[in-house]
T-cell receptor, first 114, second 115 residues
Framework: SAVISQKPSRDICQRGTSLTIQCQVD?????MFWYRQQPGQSLTLIATANQGSEATYESGFVIDKFPISRPNLTFSTLTVSNMSPEDSSIYLCSETSGVGTEAFFGQGTRLTVV | EDKVVQSPLSLVVHEGDTVTLNCSYE??????LLWYKQEKKAPTFLFMLTSSGIEKKSGRLSSILDKKELSSILNITATQTGDSAIYLC???????????????FGQGTILTVHP
């Protein structure tokens, strides 16, 4: 499996500010995804990070709030914009080689908004 | 809309016990079912089950996929305190379009193993 490095590991941010989370994979992968896990909840997909084009967002998530970049096959960023306490969650990046293959996760970013 | 339901939501056992975790799903064009263990932040991959691989085993952990019942179980025998974690079930749907490669997760089962 690919090694996925995600940073920062955790952060405490003021409301109204933005945080950018980085995800680096050590080999070229087909698919990269960003998930959110709110306290006591399961993982919810935010978007699919598309290489060289705009991300594909799931229902309830918009680009203005969660802009995503993927300039190449091994790197992606997720920005959480204009943060509020409701954005306090664990954010996870994930990679897979495609449908029917294993999916692996980065170490996660624990975000607390105060 | 794809749906994954896990049961029980929480489970408390003692070391040495055997546990069975359940996962049922409704998904368009099922492709795979995956089990993960989450101890802190990052889910750790355990098994992937597909139409061509409906049983997997690794040490004390094993899993079976029942395609007819649209469900899966994860068994852990001789549990240890280190097995305490959240166990997540996820399902991958059809290829193509917006569903390509993405996973739908269940709520998770919180397993606590006491010494």
């Amino acid at each position: 499996s690919a090694v996925i490095s995600q940073k920062p590991s955790r952060d405490i941010c003021q409301r109204g500010t933005s945080l950018t989370i980085q995800c680096q994979v050590d080999s070229q992968v087909t698919m990269m995804f960003w998930y959110r896990q709110q306290p006591g909840q399961s993982l919810t997909l935010i978007a699919t990070a598309n290489q060289g084009s705009e991300a594909t967002y799931e229902s309830g998530f918009v680009i203005d709030k969660f802009p995503i970049s993927r300039p190449n096959l091994t790197f992606s960023t997720l920005t959480v914009s204009n943060m509020s306490p409701e954005d306090s969650s664990i954010y996870l990046c994930s990679e897979t080689s495609g449908v029917g293959t294993e999916a692996f996760f980065g170490q996660g970013t624990r975000l607390t908004v105060v | 809309e794809d749906k994954v339901v896990q049961s029980p939501l929480s489970l408390v056992v003692h070391e040495g016990d055997t546990v069975t975790l359940n996962c049922s799903y409704e998904v368009t064009n099922f492709r795979s079912l995956l089990w993960y263990k989450q101890e802190k932040k990052a889910p750790t991959f355990l098994f992937m089950l597909t139409s061509s691989g409906i049983e997997k085993k690794s040490g004390r952990l094993s899993s079976i996929l029942d395609k007819k019942e649209l469900s899966s179980i994860l068994n852990i025998t001789a549990t240890q305190t280190g097995d305490s974690a959240i166990y997540l079930c996820a399902v991958g749907g059809s290829a193509g379009g917006t569903s390509y490669g993405k996973l739908t997760f269940g709520q998770g089962t919180i397993l606590t193993v006491h010494p």
